[in-house]
């Protein structure tokens, strides 16, 4: 079965971190960019970050830029999310997923959704003291 699997998600307390990884299960993940989408309760869901295939470009939205960094591990099949100084607002379930439009040079932070494939059961992050 093709699929992403998130994990690294947790309770941390305001400022903490955590680190994501978004594994590929059935294929491998270096054909794909690859983005990081959000939703909390009641919200819209958000891209959040992405990164191209080669891993040398990546965008971040305003509300983590400073504070989060995406990577890749090719070898290891596996992008992280690192996410520092995190604030109560951040507590979401977060999704990685693999950007169909995205390529070597170049990846996509559409919060339509549009364009994604191998959306993931997400994993639970919740910044409270």
């Known amino acids: 079965q093709l699929q992403l699997v998130e994990s690294g998600g947790g309770l941390v307390q305001p400022g903490g971190s955590l680190r994501l990884s978004c594994t590929a299960s059935?294929?491998?993940?270096?054909?794909?960019?690859i983005a990081w989408f959000r939703q909390a309760p009641g919200k819209e869901r958000e891209a959040i970050s992405c990164?191209?295939?080669?891993?040398?470009?990546?965008n971040y939205a305003d509300f983590v830029k400073g504070r989060f960094t995406i990577s890749r591990d090719n070898a290891k099949n596996t992008v992280y999310l690192q996410m520092n100084s995190l604030k109560p607002e951040d507590t979401a379930v977060y999704y990685c997923?693999?950007?169909?439009?995205?390529?070597?040079?170049?990846?996509?932070?559409?919060?339509?959704?549009?364009?994604?494939?191998?959306w993931g059961q997400g994993t639970q992050v919740t910044v409270s003291s």
């Open positions: 997923t693999a950007d169909q439009l995205g390529g070597r040079w170049n990846c996509g932070m559409r919060d339509s959704g549009s364009g994604y494939d191998y």
């Open positions: 059935g294929f491998t993940l270096d054909v794909y960019a």
């Open positions: 990164i191209s295939r080669n891993g040398r470009i990546t």
